[in-house]
């Protein structure tokens, strides 16, 4: 992975050179997730800021790039080695830590979702779309609250994925006959 350094008076501007949006709401203790592309519901961005307050590391989980800030008034001298090594230790100690706190998302999530998955009823041949296209569900299908088929998705290591969902169709959407 490599590293583009900023020195610039505000993170924002270092945002600007580095070619990514500026998160809206800034944390400045946590890490900031928030997106890179314009869609809410992407949080592949994130945003540590060092712990003297005057740096930040940054990227976008997809990017093989990360990028780090360091404040510096306009007209400043430029940064010295020592500077520099310091901005990319600090880097490398926030990288650890996104990534240790994106694990232990992805972990507690897993475990809600093994939870929720639990809790829901079997889908049976009852249900408005398998009667309509004549399915039998297997037993891991099951059936949500708004009676959609949920279907669990498993990666390599054996770890329910957020599950897919199947919303009832409308009669109209249904084929006529079945094939």
Known sequence: MSDGVFFTPTLEQAFNQAGLPFPADVDLSLITRYSTNGNKTDKSGWLRHFPDGHGAVFRCWRGAVSFVWQHREEGSPGPTREQLKKAKEQA??????????????????????????????????????CTRTVITPPDSV??????????????????????????????????????
């Not at 992805?106 to 809790?119: D, G, M, W």
């Not at 498993?154 to 249904?174: K, Q, V």
Request: net charge positive; charged share 30%; no cysteine.
């Open 142 to 179: 099951k059936q949500g609250a708004q009676r959609q088929l949920v279907i669990p998705v498993y990666d390599g290591e054996g770890t329910l994925n957020p599950f897919r969902t199947f919303p009832l169709m409308a009669e109209s959407n249904l084929a006529k006959t079945p094939k």
């Open 92 to 129: 490398v100690i926030a990288r650890k830590q996104a990534k240790a706190e994106r694990d232990d998302l992805h972990v507690r999530t897993a475990l809600s979702i093994e939870v929720k998955y639990a809790e829901l009823p079997p889908a049976t041949d009852k249900n408005a779309y």
